[in-house]
């Protein structure tokens, strides 16, 4: 059983940033962060596997990075010129490094962006 932690979340007004962090307490494949506007969906926001191969959706890809630290099983959401729009609850997901058919999912993040 692998736990995750994110912290980093909180309110920040239009075009300001955040760095958003995922602890995981073992080791892990693919690492993801998603999230959940009110009345919407849980969408994929971002995925990195355990090399470093990453993947942004489009409707953030200018504006946020995601980034891993295998040392220390840490996966990293740098969110740039915030939007209204980006205002959810973001939680991180991991595949279990042995069996990918095993998800872990933290908690999640409250991220509000508002003026």
């Known amino acids: 059983q692998v736990h995750l932690v994110e912290s980093g979340g909180g309110l920040v007004q239009p075009g300001g940033s955040l760095r958003l962090s995922c602890a995981a307490s073992?080791?892990?494949?693919?690492m993801a962060w998603y999230r959940q506007a009110p009345g919407k969906q849980r969408e994929l926001v971002a995925s990195v596997t355990a090399r470093g191969s990453s993947n942004i959706a489009d409707s953030v890809k200018d504006r946020f990075t995601i980034s891993r630290d295998g040392a220390k099983n840490t996966v990293y959401l740098q969110m740039n010129n915030l939007k209204p729009e980006d205002t959810a609850v973001y939680y991180c997901n991991a595949r279990d490094d042995s069996d990918a058919t095993i998800v872990y999912w933290g908690k999640g993040t409250l991220v509000t962006v508002s003026s």
């Open positions: 073992g080791s892990t494949s693919v």
